[in-house]
């Protein structure tokens, strides 16, 4: 599984991740209190499967979870970091924050993104929780050219999200993607500049800071898939798969 992709690949994954990105503005859309994450997923699918492509996150098993993944989009409310289930019984109230989070295969390559929204009115704190989180991904992104190292991203991403006195998520980073859902390298949200793998031209990245408003330490839920914050605060979450140009990131997912 060669990390590098060709030229025919990256304009593949490039129009496969244009279509998801429209897919999760169509599902932004319909996020509003008295929404059921289950309704959020069901519209991900069926506009996945509209696209061409097939999820890519249903039925993935990994991360030594004891059920495969169970639908096609990540619906993480508030203290929730990543991997929330969808639920009929999950109904968003004003004032959530909501992560999703969602996946494709399009002629065969992988792409991945998220974004982190409001549910109708949200305080001010979890405004700036969200928009710190873009702002890291951002961040990440612009540290990313060939002959840069993965730890540039992540002493970028994290210190953008600490220098507002918010936490880094340790135990998920982000990871390489195209012919598989998670591939390598591995892309911490923390490093140090300098460290860690060269990246080279043709290399395709998801790049996914998760940022907690209190402290930094998650644990997963009984589901054996939610990833939650330790001291109950809230998370944020952003996502977008980029190739490596020798100019800069070349975002795929918008
Ligand atoms: N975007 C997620 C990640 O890279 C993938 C969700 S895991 C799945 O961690 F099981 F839902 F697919
Ligand atoms: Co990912």
């Known amino acids: 599984m060669a990390l590098v992709k060709s030229e025919k690949e990256i304009a593949i994954l490039a129009e496969g991740g244009r279509r998801l990105a429209g897919i999760m503005r169509q599902v932004v859309e319909a996020v509003r209190p008295g929404v059921t994450t289950k309704e959020l997923d069901t519209i991900a699918e069926t506009l996945i499967i509209s696209s061409g492509g097939t999820p890519s996150f249903k039925g993935y098993n990994a991360f030594g979870a004891r059920i495969p993944y169970p639908a096609s989009l990540c619906t993480s409310i508030n203290d929730e970091v990543v991997h ?151 998370a944020a979450h952003f996502e977008h798969t980029v190739a490596v140009t020798k100019n800069g990131a070349r975002v795929l997912t918008e």
């Open 84 to 234: 929330g289930i969808p639920s009929e019984k999950r109904v968003l109230q004003e004032g959530d924050i909501i992560g999703l989070d969602i996946g494709m295969k399009y002629e065969g390559l992988f792409t991945d993104m998220a974004v982190t929204v409001d549910a109708g009115y949200i305080d001010e704190a979890s405004k700036k929780l969200i928009d710190t989180t873009r702002m890291a991904l951002e961040k990440g992104i612009q540290a990313v050219r060939s002959g840069a190292h993965i730890g540039d991203i992540g002493e970028a991403v994290q210190a953008c999200a600490e220098a507002r006195g918010f936490g880094i998520v340790r135990e998920l980073v982000g990871h390489g993607v195209g012919h598989a859902a998670h591939e390598d390298p591995e892309a911490p949200n923390f490093g140090k500049k300098g460290r860690g793998l060269k990246l080279l031209e043709g290399m395709v990245l998801a790049l996914e800071p998760m940022v907690t408003a209190g402290k930094h330490q998650v644990f997963l839920a009984k589901d054996g898939w939610t990833w939650k914050t330790k001291d109950g605060s809230r």
